[in-house]
């Protein structure tokens, strides 16, 4: 049997999935339209970035980042096709989703979310940090669906997604960082494990 270190992939996941989620909400607080770069930036590095860490921690034997990297990195393209596929004849004549359709979606990822951060309470406080303010952004995402995407509530699920996704930007970088310098030099505030007798 081999003996060799597998590296954490983890922080791949993470900075996919923060720089990701940064430019959406950069355009939900409304900078830019939604373009080829967030859509681009969303199938590559936030869809098959993060799908590729996911199956790297299932090799690594750790089920809850293979779960949610993997999900998300599906969430990722499913996000992109619901955009897309209205307007690609190679699926034929699909409606685009409206505004309920979409608070459909959204809460579900949301409710998916705050079932996944119940997987965190025995790791760190950063990425507890990470899934909270990931299920906020989603129930406020399908929020604004319901209102009708108000300009004022789009703003603030913006300013909450660019939190949210710079969490984990942070966490990942923390984690490369203060792995290759053997110490910590950005803390993520791991939770102390009591001893049981």
């Keep these: 049997m081999s003996n060799y270190k597998l590296a954490n992939a983890a922080p791949l996941g993470l900075v996919a999935f923060g720089l990701s989620t940064v ?5 939900n607080e409304g900078l830019f339209s939604l373009n080829s770069m967030v859509l681009a930036m969303g199938m590559a590095f936030g869809g098959l970035a993060q799908i ?5 921690e299932y090799r690594r034997g ?6 949610a990297f993997s999900s998300y990195g599906f969430f990722w393209w499913s996000l992109v096709l619901t955009i897309l596929m209205p307007s690609m004849s190679f699926f034929g004549t699909v409606a685009p989703a409206d505004n309920i359709a979409m608070a459909a979606y959204f809460m579900m990822w949301g409710i998916f979310t705050f079932a996944m951060f119940f997987g965190t309470l025995k790791t760190n406080r950063a990425l507890q940090f990470v899934f909270m303010s ?5 129930f406020m995402l399908a929020t ?5 995407n108000p300009l ?3 703003v603030l699920t913006g300013i909450e997604g660019v939190i949210c ?3 984990a930007i942070y966490l990942g970088i923390a984690e490369v960082i203060n792995e290759a310098n053997e110490k910590t ?3 993520i505030c791991p939770v102390k494990q009591t001893e049981t007798s």
Excluded: C, D, Y
């Design 52 to 56: 590729i860490v996911g199956i790297m």
């Design 152 to 154: 004022w509530f789009s």
């Design 165 to 167: 996704g710079s969490s």
């Design 134 to 138: 990931l299920a906020i952004l989603f």
């Design 23 to 27: 430019l959406l909400n950069l355009h």
């Design 185 to 187: 030099v950005l803390p």
């Design 144 to 148: 604004k669906e319901i209102l009708g």
């Design 62 to 67: 750790n089920t809850f980042g293979t779960v």
